[in-house]
């Protein structure tokens, strides 16, 4: 392949940017018009919105990853293995780290990349406001590693207690009414009757308390009132207890303590209240960028410093409308800025003038265990249930098509149809 092909390199293999190498691979890189390079510190890819599912054990990861090297081999792009670290504007150069996979056999080495299109697309990180604790005491879901951290404590914690007499109750917080809160407490119920169906029956359900703790006035600020009332007496009728106006002033390592004095005991804390840009971009201060760190971008998704530096997904400020506020973390705000760079960079290669982004809302779902899901759809219609749930499931279908194909995607969602009912319904390693 020659060297005077256009480079387009993107840093972060997460759903944008995963689709986006994806998708430019099949078009630029197979017919040699381009070259295409994805990188990223992890060897494999994992939808993000599964990540709840895999804290709570319900879900494989294993099951549901996609190799990066063999992904970019079938799909004619190059996979780098390599944090990001800055970049260098004049010389178009990134500059990445090796990530260290193994203790025994690790070598700490830099390289540079260069470019000639670069495309962020590093996703985000829970934001702690500087809450005292937090990033001492509390699990976190930015990543996979965090996801399974969670799933193994909270398996280990399961297994010791089988070998006690004196078994005590079990409390479990999540922080955050999000999205994210919302469906890793939910899945959390589910999981609590699994271990015990599965034999690690010293904690009785009945003993585990799962509470949602909110600092405002209602769960789902991103939806409507109704959903959000709707969702809050679901979770209670599943016997989660949620706290309203309770803004955390510490965590400490067996409680949370609130702003008003009020005080109560935890085992395990998760963390989901809120994002913001990952540390990697405070270093790009020649950038601007909003309140929460995300590079600001015009409707082109161009950086507003360098025509040559793009950004989608968690890590951009993109506001396509003045009169609307800035797109939010969402994976389908990220796929469709793919779907729109796969058209738009091969005008910016020929040098034609770049059109501009727009985005569609189609709607938001929110799992509610693994049998339901609630939200809205196409604007103002409301759905909920196993009706719901389906709906939900089809948004992963829709990502494993945009990576793998129809075929491939076809034949995954088989195997899972299959895998998930002679399975275990839950992680027990």
């Known amino acids: 392949m020659s060297n005077s092909l256009h480079r ?22 197979k017919h040699q018009k381009a070259l295409i390079t994805l990188v990223d510190r992890s060897l494999s890819h994992i939808w993000k919105p599964l990540l709840h599912e895999i804290a709570a054990g319900t879900l494989n990861p294993h099951s549901e990853e996609t190799n990066y090297f063999a992904h970019a081999k079938k799909h004619h792009y190059q996979f780098i293995l390599g944090q990001f670290e800055s970049l260098d504007q004049d010389k178009k150069t990134i500059h990445i780290s090796t990530p260290q996979l193994s203790e025994k056999h690790y070598e700490e080495g830099y390289s540079e990349v260069t470019y000639d299109t670069l495309v962020l697309a590093i996703g985000s990180r829970c934001n702690d406001f500087g ?92 939806l409507s009132e109704s959903i959000s009332t709707e969702t809050k007496k679901t979770l209670e009728n599943m016997g989660i207890e949620v706290l309203l106006n309770h803004k955390v002033a510490e965590v400490t390592q067996d409680s949370i303590e609130f702003a008003d004095g009020k005080i109560i005991p935890t085992n395990m804390v998760v963390w989901a209240a809120g994002v913001k840009a990952p540390p ?29 530096i793009f950004a989608i997904g968690d890590c951009a400020h993109c506001q396509p409308d003045a009169h609307e506020p800035p797109l939010g973390p969402r994976a389908q705000v990220a796929s469709q800025q793919a779907s729109f760079l796969t058209e738009a960079l091969p005008i910016r290669i020929r040098g034609g003038q770049l059109p501009m982004f727009s985005f569609t809302d189609k709607g938001s779902l929110v799992s509610l265990s693994q049998h339901r899901a609630i939200g809205e759809i196409l604007g103002q219609v409301k759905v909920h249930g196993v009706f719901a749930r389906s709906m939900y499931a089809s948004l992963y279908r829709i990502h494993q098509t945009h990576i793998h194909g129809y075929a491939q995607a076809g034949l995954m969602m088989t195997k899972d149809f299959v895998t998930r009912r002679v399975g275990p319904k839950i992680k027990l390693y």
């Open 131 to 222: 809450t005292k604790g937090v990033r001492e005491q509390c699990y976190f879901l930015d990543n996979r590693e965090q996801a399974e951290s969670f799933q193994q404590d909270l398996f280990h914690l399961y297994l010791n207690a089988q070998h006690r007499t004196d078994i005590k109750p079990l409390n479990i917080a999540v922080i955050g009414g999000g999205a994210t809160g919302v469906e890793l407490a939910a899945e959390l119920v589910d999981a609590k009757e699994n271990f015990s169906q599965y034999g690690l029956d010293k904690i009785d359900p009945k003993l585990v308390k799962i509470t949602l703790i909110e600092a405002t006035q209602r769960i789902l600020p991103a």
């Open 8 to 29: 387009i390199v993107i840093v972060g293999g997460g759903a944008g940017g995963l689709e986006l190498a994806t998708q430019l691979g099949n078009s630029l890189g």
């Open 280 to 308: 990697v971009l405070e270093k790009l201060t020649q950038f601007e960028k909003d309140k929460i760190g995300r590079l600001k971008v015009y409707s082109t998704l161009q950086t507003l410093n360098d025509p040559n």
